[in-house]
């Protein structure tokens, strides 16, 4: 087969039409690259504000999250301490009705039986002020004679 003659005038059309393609791509990065410029400060200015609002909304959706996080957490508090009182009085009537079947006194039982104690020995001391007469001291016996003894001698 043969090869095609291409014209001249045919490659000279081709270069022609590469070179423009080639010349309005360039223009076109030229282009790009002006309008970057031109836009660019404004573009991260609107960037730069909308990632402040997304920040400010976040900011508060995270203290609302805090917020009902802590109010979920003090009500959880709340409900532990009343069953932990509730479980606390349960132990300690069980406790006492334990201590009195093992016939143990109370602190409260043990400190009214120490009053009436105390009552009841003012009482006696009063009472023994009142009855007991003034105390003379007592009157010297006179010496007796010296004890004979009943002891022999004996001789041998």
């Known amino acids: 087969m043969a090869a095609k003659k291409v014209s001249r005038t045919n490659v000279k059309r081709i270069q022609n039409d590469v070179m423009e393609s080639a010349h309005k791509v360039w223009l076109a990065g030229l282009g790009a690259l002006a309008t970057g410029q031109e836009k660019g400060g404004e573009l991260f200015e609107e960037l730069v504000r909308k990632g402040a609002a997304l920040e400010s ?3 508060e959706q995270v203290e ?3 917020e009902t996080a ?3 957490v003090t009500g959880v ?3 532990a301490e009343s069953y932990w009182e509730t479980f606390e009085k349960k132990i300690d009537e069980r406790l006492t009705g334990v201590i009195h079947t093992l ?3 109370t602190k ?3 400190e009214a039986l120490t009053r009436k104690v105390e009552e009841l020995t003012r009482t006696i ?3 023994q002020k009142k009855d007991t007469p003034a105390r003379k001291p007592a009157a010297k016996r006179p010496a007796t004679a010296t004890r004979k003894t009943g ?3 004996t001789t041998k």
Request: aromatic share 0%; no cysteine; glycine share 12%.
């Open 103 to 105: 016939g143990v006194p």
């Open 70 to 72: 802590l109010g979920t």
């Open 57 to 59: 909304a976040g900011k």
């Open 108 to 110: 409260d039982e043990i």
């Open 64 to 66: 609302k999250a805090r």
């Open 125 to 127: 001391e009063k009472l």
């Open 151 to 153: 002891a022999k001698k």
């Open 77 to 79: 508090k709340a409900v």
